[in-house]
Each structure stands twice: as structure tokens, then as C-alpha cells.
């Protein structure tokens, strides 16, 4: 986000998902978002799956909260307050929020006015509670009389090695920790009112990584010229939704895994998780992404996934409709890899106490809003 916030002069980051915190001790803070072109942040540097560490909530660099216990009930209510606080400050240059709450994510939790109001049990209340938390802050930007540009997205499929608790793909095939349709396949929404056309649909090819460039396009800055940006621009496809996707081919990884690859209308699978239970594996609590708990294939499978989009029906390797796709597939892949520089694997440097932010020597328990 560094380009966009060179120019968007007022920034905020609340909620931070697994980008870590410290790197030498305890309080360097080097990869907080303050340190990575934001200029405030409040939120955790990891998701309630860490929930065993206790709460842990930043205000800009400053650790306020830790191992709180009774906060986790009014924790979507303070993301929602601070980004409407956030919208209300008029610094007369543009705004760029970044709001990434911690629903629809297992363990659940809900404030007390969203407990028990789904049939869904947990799931839907924690479903019914983002729902009310983003309706407040798009209300809140449209009281600004600004002009808004709103995108709303998911990470991930559904956690299915946790039942009713995990969500569901429908009839797509996988979820969570899979590159099988049920994993990455995910609805998105975009509002500009005035731009972008209402109540339009398009199952166009996009990306996640489509966000940053499309966001640069809107503010008229050029993308950085120094590395290769994966994302393009959707915002012409946004405006006219008939319009084909950006994308000639898109790449599946899992972890650094290549498992699979699409090039309309096919999709490759190089790589299935060891699966303990139907697509699942509970032994692991969530599939892996490299041997032994994958399978690499030697002949790939290989969907026409816009008739076959539950990944139901392999087109036999036989056959010479897959001879052709797989060999115009490796030819993207191969495309594709020239492209990509070799970085250290940042979740290989590991963990360590000396590394573990601590708010109040030793007890590290310090309740701000508790």
C-alpha cells in the first residue's frame, strides 16, 4: 500500500491478518503497518485462530491491550467505531481505509446484541454482525457526502474441517487450505455510486491482487515500475461488467506451492491435500500444502471449470482436448515462473519469546478498553 499512501495523505489500517510484529526484539515493530506507509492502525497482527495467545490490540505501535479475556464481545463494535471516527476526520486529501474484521472466522465470538439471533447458530451470528458492522460504516461514508468507492471481499472458502462452525462452499468442491474451487472461489462486491452500474453481475476471471492496481488506477497513480504487480486494473470491467477479464491466466498457490493454474476455460490441479475424510483432514485440523500431506499428481487434473465449476467431472488425460489444454497451461506456467523473484519464506524465520511483545513486563496483561 506504500505507493497509494504516498499520495492518499491520510491512511488508516484497522485489523492486521498474520504480517507480523517484531523482528530483532520485542518492540521494534518492523512489520506493523505504521512502519509500511500507514499512518495510523488499531487492530491485532493476527487473526482469533491465535485466541490461545490471549487478545492482542494495537494503537498505532503501542501495544494497549493484552490478554484481555472479556474484550473479545465489543471488539467488532471498536473496528466499526474507529473506522467511522476515521471517516469523519477531514483532512481535505483523500482517504484510504483498510478494514479487515476479524467475522467470519472460527473460534467465534459476538457482542451480546448478536448472540442467538440466527438459525445458523454462531456462524450466522457472527454473519449477522459484520453485516450490521459494514452497513454502519457505508452509512457513514455516504453521511460524509465524499466521493466513495467501497469494495468488500473474503480471504478464504470455508474451514470445513469445523463443521457448522466453518462455513459452507455449497456445491463447490473443498475449502480452507485447498485450491479446489471450495477454497478460493469467493463472491466480491464494489460500490461507487455514479460509476459503477447497480445491481450488475459478472463472473468474470478477477483476483484479490486486482485490488491494489485497481485502487491506484482510481487515484491516478502509476504502478511502481521497479517489480512485477501480478493484480490489474478491473475498474474498466467494474464500469462495463460485459467486458472480459484482465486475466489471460491465473496461478493458485498454496503456501509456495504452485497446486494449481487456470487458463479460461481449464483449470489444472498439480497437487491434492491427503485427505483423512472425504475433502478433509481432520488430522491436521486444516490441509497442508506440501508433501507428505499433499499428493503431487503426475498427470494433473484438469476441469473446464465454467460448466464444471464443483470440479465433478475431470476431462480424461487421454483425451486430446486435455493434451492441448494441459500444454497451453504449461506454457503459462512456465511464462509465469520467469516472472518470479526468490525471497526468504518469512513463516521458515519461526517464533521465539524474545520476539513476543509484552505490554507490562513480566505480567504482559494490560486491558485498555476491557
Request: glycine residues 8%; contains cysteine.
Amino acid at each position: 500500500a506504500l505507493p497509494i499512501c504516498r499520495r492518499i495523505v491520510q491512511t488508516q489500517y484497522a485489523f492486521c491478518r498474520h504480517l507480523g510484529i517484531n523482528s530483532e526484539n520485542q518492540t521494534d515493530g518492523i512489520h506493523l503497518p505504521t512502519r509500511h506507509g500507514f499512518e495510523s492502525f488499531y487492530g491485532m497482527p493476527w487473526s482469533n485462530v491465535g485466541i490461545s495467545r490471549g487478545l492482542m490490540v494495537y494503537e498505532n505501535e503501542t501495544l494497549v491491550e493484552q490478554a484481555c479475556p472479556t474484550t473479545w464481545q465489543n471488539l467488532t463494535h471498536r473496528y466499526t467505531a474507529k473506522a467511522m471516527e476515521f471517516l469523519d476526520y477531514d483532512s481535505g486529501a483523500p482517504h484510504f481505509l483498510y478494514l479487515s474484521f476479524t467475522h467470519v472466522h472460527a473460534p467465534m465470538f459476538s457482542n451480546a446484541a448478536f448472540q442467538n439471533v440466527s438459525l445458523r447458530g454462531a456462524f450466522g451470528d457472527n454473519v449477522a454482525e459484520v453485516d450490521d458492522a459494514v452497513g454502519q460504516v457505508v452509512a457513514h461514508a455516504k453521511k460524509t457526502g465524499r466521493d466513495t468507492v467501497v469494495f468488500l471481499a473474503s480471504d478464504n472458502g470455508p474451514w470445513r474441517e469445523l463443521s457448522l462452525s466453518g462455513g459452507s462452499a455449497g456445491l463447490l468442491r473443498g475449502g480452507k487450505g485447498q485450491i479446489f474451487e471450495g477454497g478460493i472461489r469467493l463472491p466480491a462486491m464494489a460500490w461507487w455510486p455514479g460509476q459503477i452500474p447497480a445491481g450488475i453481475l459478472s463472473d468474470a476471471l478477477v483476483s484479490s491482487m486486482d485490488f491494489f492496481p485497481t485502487i491506484m488506477d482510481i487515484a491516478g497513480i502509476p504502478l511502481p515500475k521497479d517489480r512485477i504487480i501480478d493484480g490489474k486494473s478491473i475498474l474498466p470491467l467494474l464500469k462495463s461488467p460485459n467486458l472480459a477479464s484482465p486475466h489471460e491466466s491465473l496461478m493458485h498457490y498454496c503456501g509456495c506451492s504452485l497446486n494449481a493454474a487456470r487458463v479460461p476455460p481449464y483449470k489444472a490441479v498439480f497437487a491434492v491435500p491427503v485427505f483423512d475424510a472425504g475433502t478433509m483432514c481432520h488430522k491436521t485440523g486444516l490441509c497442508q500444502c506440501v508433501p507428505p500431506l499433499v499428493t503431487v499428481l503426475e498427470a494433473p487434473l484438469l476441469y473446464q471449470i465454467d460448466i464444471d465449476p464443483g470440479e465433478n467431472y475431470p476431462i480424461g488425460k487421454n483425451e486430446q482436448e486435455y493434451v492441448d489444454a494441459i500444454r497451453l497451461i504449461n506454457f503459462a506456467v512456465e511464462a509465469h515462473q520467469m516472472t518470479v523473484a526468490s525471497v526468504p519464506i518469512q513463516n521458515e524465520l519461526g517464533e521465539g519469546d524474545e520476539y513476543e511483545p509484552c505490554c507490562n513486563p513480566p505480567k504482559c496483561q494490560c486491558c485498555k478498553d476491557c
